[in-house]
């Protein structure tokens, strides 16, 4: 099985997504979060994503395959 595609979306993008209107972390903070490996993305260029293949990984391989089936 090859390595999970990647599927990135912009921070300022998921922040929208993923947070109610005003309880959204700063820009800075979820800059921070990537560095630090707390959620998974990259940084390319002066832009930073979010990884979304990796966002919702379990960490146990047969429930992670049944969750991306």
């Known amino acids: 099985m090859g390595a999970a595609r990647k599927q990135l979306m912009k921070i300022s993008v998921w922040r929208k997504k993923t947070f109610a ?8 903070t979820c800059r921070k979060w990537i560095d630090e490996g707390t959620i998974p993305g990259e940084r390319i260029g002066a832009c930073y994503y979010v990884d979304l293949a990796r966002m919702h990984k379990t960490g146990n391989s047969l429930v992670d395959r049944v969750l991306a089936a």
């Open 21 to 28: 209107e005003g309880s959204e972390p700063s820009m800075k």
